[in-house]
């Protein structure tokens, strides 16, 4: 199985910043497409942003201009850049790995844990 650990989530003022990394601890050869999802109390898990193996991306379009995406292929890492933070983002963000080529062969599909992102005054 393929372990995604994310890191850096907490709380932060409206305005704020925060950055998530993610990184997938095993032998790992390749990965496809790296992505952070969320999911609000209530409310079913959202793409929030997505980035290819060659480094095109894609975002939601309520992140858009305030999220970045970032990898580093090499430490099979990914990194999720907030800033302008609003209450609206508040949520359990959730690293996703699609197409894992591991020692073991391929792993079409690993989710993180999960971190607590809290927007408030």
């Known amino acids: 199985q393929v372990q995604l650990v994310e890191s850096g989530g907490g709380l932060v003022q409206p305005g704020g910043s925060l950055r998530l990394s993610c990184v997938a601890s095993?032998?790992?050869?390749?990965?496809?497409?790296m992505g952070w999802y969320r999911q609000a109390p209530g409310k079913q898990r959202e793409l929030v942003a997505a980035?290819?193996?060659?480094?095109?991306?894609n975002y939601a379009d309520s992140v858009k201009g305030r999220f970045t995406i970032s990898r580093d292929n090499a430490k099979n890492t990914v990194y999720l850049q907030m800033n302008s933070l609003k209450p609206e983002d508040t949520a359990v963000y959730y690293c996703?790995?699609?197409?894992?080529?591991?020692?073991?062969?391929?792993?079409?599909?690993?989710w993180g844990q999960g971190t607590q992102v809290t927007v408030s005054s």
């Open positions: 996703n790995a699609d197409r894992v080529l591991t020692r073991a062969g391929w792993v079409p599909d690993a």
């Open positions: 095993r032998s790992i050869f390749s990965i496809n497409a």
């Open positions: 980035i290819t193996s060659g480094g095109s991306t």
